[in-house]
């Protein structure tokens, strides 16, 4: 990890070297309209809609253009990215090292025709989402819901499992999630006879990321993550109870079972 950091921070400089600082006055219009784009094999969108506004997945934000540099006001504070316009596309550097690749396209039509959303809760606007992570002052009842509270509460890595799937929904305490999918199956083959003759396997894994938000209180309520296409899914939870007892490291999210490895405290 460190090396990988150490990889990443290199590249940043050389990125300052290589990119010629020039006029950036006819880059507005070279940027202006929408970018299908890719980073590590992470597919997003990208549309400056005007010398001040641009829209990431859909989400917008603030920038100013700078020569060969975005900068955009992100939850905590202005953050640089490099860029340089290509004949075939763009290229972003990330102040983490990242690169991503654009090419310009043509907006989907449904996408054209969707009106423009304010940004989701955990997005970081000026709705407060996520608060600060730490653990609550005093004790809580179950119908508690200040969004502390349920941040310290659902922070952490949720897991649910079958004899065959396993899904992972790691809940970040900066309002950023990841989560994964994993399937297999297996069986056997058999002659007409009935005599089994060999074995068959399949398996497959899905993952996905982008930011989460709650509302509700310690006992139920709603958890919904947008991915990084915009993609919105919505999760009712209840804590597991039986009779009068209930579990805290246990929620079932839209009636399957999950629990919680608290990964962050």
């Known amino acids: 990890m460190i090396r990988q950091m150490k990889w990443r921070r290199w590249i940043w400089a050389l990125f300052t070297l290589l990119v010629p600082l020039g006029s950036h006055a006819g880059d507005i219009e070279r940027l202006r309209g929408f970018w ?28 100013q253009l700078l020569p060969n540099m975005l900068q955009v006001e992100e939850e905590y504070g202005l ?3 490099y860029y340089q316009l290509q004949e075939e596309g763009l ?17 989907p039509a449904e996408q054209a025709r969707r009106p423009q959303q304010k940004p989701a809760q955990a997005l970081g606007d000026s709705s407060g989402w996520p608060p600060p992570y730490r653990r609550p002052d005093g004790r ?4 508690d819901s200040d969004p502390g509270s349920l941040l310290y509460k659902f922070a952490g890595r949720w897991d649910a499992a079958t004899s065959n799937t396993l899904h992972n929904i790691d809940l970040k305490p900066d309002g950023t999630f990841e989560e994964a999918h ?11 006879g009935g005599y089994q003759t060999g074995n068959w396997g399949t398996s497959g894994a899905e993952q996905g990321a982008g930011h989460w938000s709650i509302q509700g209180s310690l006992r139920q309520g709603q958890i919904t993550l947008i991915d990084r296409n915009g993609n919105l899914t919505t999760y009712n939870y209840k804590v597991h109870c039986r009779g009068s007892e209930c579990y ?18």
């Open 140 to 143: 809580s009842s179950w119908e």
């Open 36 to 63: 299908q784009c890719q980073e590590e094999g992470v597919r997003s969108t990208l549309e400056f809609a005007s010398a001040s506004q641009l829209l990431f997945n859909g989400q917008s934000a603030a920038y």
């Open 248 to 265: 805290g490291s246990e929620y079932f999210f839209n009636g399957k079972l999950y629990t919680v490895n608290y990964i962050y405290r």
């Open 79 to 81: 953050t640089d990215y």
């Open 91 to 107: 290229v972003i550097l990330s102040p983490d090292g990242s690169v991503t690749y654009c090419q310009k396209g043509q907006k």
């Open 182 to 192: 994993e399937a297999g199956y297996s069986g056997i083959f058999s002659d007409e």
